[in-house]
């Protein structure tokens, strides 16, 4: 069976997922945006209790809320976290980004990433596969990760409940991510949870209806 967790972290209120096979216990963390060691504190907690064997750091996209934890996660359990190859630069990007907005310096606590995340990538939790989904628009490089047996999709920034990622920092492209969202998302079977990377989760369906941005 399988299963999956959200945890609201950092100052943006970045939703951080843990997913697992209730089979075999592995799991995967995306987006690890958690910032303070409380934030680390509950999602250790969870992981422990539901004796989750984390397999993968996944990313749909480098915007710092969405990394902020992975230097902690790294080196907790020993994963290198994986991104698409056009994410580097936003990546690279993310420590200049925080010091103008919040004064601090990140730079030593962001690992080495493996840029190895594209759509022919296999990814397996168990017997679960990730398939992996290339949505350029609101990054480069942003994708999202569409479990068909667990009917839910983890669409980072792409698309939110009733709305959509902007596409005015820096690699953001508004045609894009159109494109992606009507390609990409829209196409999958419309009783498809979404799973955001901000707000609360919707349905595709829904968002093929109501969603005022499409």
């Known amino acids: 069976m399988f299963h999956y967790k959200r945890f609201v972290v950092n100052p943006i209120e970045e939703n951080c997922y843990i997913i697992w096979d209730d089979i075999t216990k592995e799991g995967a963390i995306v987006d690890c945006g958690a910032w303070t060691k409380s934030e680390h504190a509950r999602i250790d907690d969870f992981i422990n209790e539901n004796s989750i064997n984390l397999k993968y750091s996944l990313q749909t996209h480098m915007h710092f809320d969405h990394c902020l934890g992975l230097g902690t996660l790294c080196c907790q359990y020993g994963i290198v976290p994986m991104c698409h190859p056009a994410e580097l630069p936003i990546y690279q990007a993310a420590p200049d980004m925080v010091q103008k907005w919040f004064r601090i310096d990140i730079s030593d606590n962001l690992p080495q990433i493996k840029a190895s995340i594209g759509e022919a990538s296999l990814l397996k939790l168990g017997d679960i596969a990730i398939q ?31 709305g959509i990622g902007r596409t005015d920092l820096p690699g953001g492209n508004y045609q894009q991510e159109l494109e992606s969202i009507g390609n990409k998302i829209f196409t999958l079977p419309q009783d498809t949870v979404i799973l955001p990377g901000h707000g609360p989760e919707s349905t595709v369906g829904e968002e093929i209806e109501s969603n005022p941005y499409l």
């Open 132 to 162: 992996v989904l290339h949505t350029p628009g609101h990054t480069p490089g942003g994708v999202c990760y569409y479990i068909a047996a667990g009917r839910i999709v983890l669409t980072g920034d792409t698309i939110f409940r009733m």
